[in-house]
């Protein structure tokens, strides 16, 4: 080949190759574009390897970017540090200084010794499960998209190119498990559980070997389609998994443990074998750690040289497809719109290998028009049966956080029921979806014989509804254990909740402007708080509301009279919300108005 033929590259070789292909029949012939695979044409090392010269070429072209991304990288890390800094400096200031004067931690302490088999692995799975979730639409590979469009289009290896991002993403992960070791050690110390440095030793097998398992695992699913189809397929069952074991620790700091299930849990499978050294060292009984290590190293090591193997086997177009949205899901964030990079993932999750297809569920069509969009909406969650059963297993969560606050009394009572009516909010907000949907591309409401405002004001009708029926068969085990007027309370939490939820829907594209409000603080531009407020105002103001009057209700006798009064708040609450979201409806059309 000349000098120039190399030159203009890439036609000419190919040219060579599928001539070759064609003129002989011969194996060569496997080099040809693989349409269906929808990826680059294959090549051999022996016709023609540019690997060297080809990044010796790109590392010359990105030293201007790279120094440019360095000086990036370095103000945002010292922006973070000045941030930890000046508002987590006095409260470390604050636990060092109790610390010193001989604070004692033991009540705590043995709550948190109590709780640690059960804790630790329900943190360690949950990682797991995150791994391998966030594997779906990124994972451990994940090649810039100018990278995947033009470097692996050249003549060289994909291993030399695909594998540094591999063990780019182990290292992040172990750097970052070794910070939240470090913090943790310091946690026991104060706690009086272990000395730092036994802390320490005792974090590190779970520190090093649990974020490399978990990278691990992810360039299992990021590479095998059957693999990624298992996960979306039982990540339910697993997540019901994790609620059991959050139910565990709170019964275990509450002291109820379970020996022989702790001991189940410890010798599990990795998240049981990383928490022994932990449980060992803390005063309780693992006499097994050091063969749990040693497993624990041994399967680690062999994960890592699985995903060494499969990180250069990872497809172009896949690649591509999750360079894509990677790039989205960035941008977005930045704008603080997040929205849309939800939009992406389930687009990229919908596309992805393992995806699954929507049911084919009918109903019944409604005669009167005033029903069509409560038809439409039962209809979609019927379709996606995964949205009722995240609302589920939010009411779970909302109603075990509400039962144990129930146990407090004072401040703590108070913050149990304020996290219970946010899970409460959640549960229901998963169920009015279809009002997101609408808001997302307004001309979609085409379809539709109302005006706009009036379409979302219909959609707040099967999130309450249907969320007042979940929260009354969530109050039968509170009526049960001697509380019936939670049959009445809880459902009228949902109807306001269902306001707030088409409110949040109809708000709009993130108003970043209010980021900055040009105004000095002593805790810098109180913009950041007004935008909060603003993105958050439907949560919160139903939340919050509920929250006041529930809490002064729940501090005297219960009678007719404090149900009324529930009622009267949460029908002022679905009210407001509902005329908020009509004026903001209104805006979404008529930006001007």
């Known amino acids: 080949m000349s000098h120039d033929e190399s030159v203009r590259g890439e036609p000419v070789r190919e040219e060579s190759v599928r001539e070759k292909a064609v003129r002989d029949g011969s194996a060569a012939g496997d080099l040809v574009r693989n349409e269906s695979a929808e990826d680059e044409p294959a090549w051999s090392e022996e016709e023609d390897d540019r690997t060297a010269e080809t990044l010796r070429w790109l590392r010359e072209k990105r030293k201007s970017h790279r120094r440019r991304k360095g000086r990036d990288i370095a103000v945002l890390v010292y922006s973070v540090v000045l941030l930890g800094a000046g508002y987590g400096g006095g409260y470390a200031v604050y636990f060092l ?109 779970a520190a090093v070997c649990l974020p490399l398992l978990a990278v691990a695992a992810g360039m299992a699913v990021e590479h095998r389609a059957g693999l990624a189809g298992f996960v979306r397929r039982f990540s339910p069952l697993a997540v019901v998994v994790l609620m059991l074991l959050a139910g565990q620790t709170a019964a275990a700091a509450a002291g109820h443990r379970s020996a022989v299930l702790e001991q ?110 409560v038809w439409r909406d039962l209809l979609s969650l019927l379709r996606t ?33 304020g996290a219970a009516l946010l899970l409460g909010y959640f549960a229901v907000g998963v169920l009015a979806e279809p009002a997101r949907l609408e808001t997302d591309d307004v001309r979609r409401a085409a379809w539709s014989p109302f005006r706009f405002r009036t379409l979302m004001l219909h959609h707040a009708v099967v999130p309450a509804v249907l969320g007042a029926l979940l929260a009354l068969l969530a109050a039968v085990p509170f009526a049960v254990a001697g509380a019936p007027w939670a049959l009445a309370l809880m459902p009228l939490c949902a109807v306001p909740f269902g306001a707030a939820a088409v409110f949040s829907a109809s708000r709009g594209p993130a108003r970043t402007d209010m980021l900055f409000s040009g105004v000095s603080s002593p805790v810098g531009d109180p913009g950041v708080f007004r935008f909060f407020f603003w993105y958050a105002a439907g949560p919160l103001v139903s939340a919050g509301g509920l929250g006041i009057v529930l809490h002064g209700v729940l501090r005297r006798a219960l009678d007719a009279g404090a149900v009324a009064v529930v009622a009267g708040v949460a029908a002022v609450l679905t009210t407001g919300l509902l005329f908020f979201a009509a004026r903001s409806a209104d805006r979404l059309v008529q930006p001007g108005s």
């Not at 063990?167 to 559980?193: D, E, F, K, Q």
């Open 385 to 417: 049966p995964a949205r009722p059963g995240k609302a589920l297993m939010w009411l779970a969560c909302a109603s075990a956080v509400a039962a144990l606050g129930l146990q407090f009394s004072g401040g703590a009572r108070a913050v149990g029921l």
């Open 97 to 205: 200084r109790r610390i010193r004067l001989g604070a004692d931690y033991s009540d705590v302490g043995a709550h948190v010794q109590a709780a640690l088999p059960a804790f630790f692995t329900l943190l360690t799975a949950a990682l797991a499960l995150l791994a391998a979730r966030d594997a779906l639409w990124r994972g451990p590979v994940v090649v810039p998209a100018p990278s995947v469009g033009w470097l692996l289009a050249q003549p060289v290896r994909r291993a030399v190119v695909l594998r540094p991002w591999f063990w780019l993403s182990a290292g992040v992960s172990a750097a970052t498990a070794l910070v939240a070791a470090v913090a943790a050690a310091v946690v026991l110390r104060i706690l009086g559980l272990a000395s730092p440095g036994g802390a320490l030793l005792a974090l590190l097998p």
């Open 264 to 373: 189940v849990e410890l010798w599990s499978g990795p998240w049981g074998w990383a928490a022994q050294p932990v449980v060992s060292a803390t005063g309780g009984h693992a006499p097994g750690w050091p063969a749990a290590v040693v497993l624990l190293v041994l399967l680690t090591a062999a994960g890592l040289v699985r995903g060494h193997r499969d990180a250069a086997l990872v497809p172009t177009a896949q690649l591509r497809r999750r360079a894509a949205t990677a790039q989205t899901v960035s941008s977005v964030m930045y704008s603080a719109e997040l929205r849309a990079a939800k939009l992406a993932l389930m687009d990229a999750a919908a596309a992805g290998p393992g995806a699954g297809r929507m049911r084919a569920v009918r109903l019944p069509r409604p005669r009167s028009k005033y029903l069509v969009v």
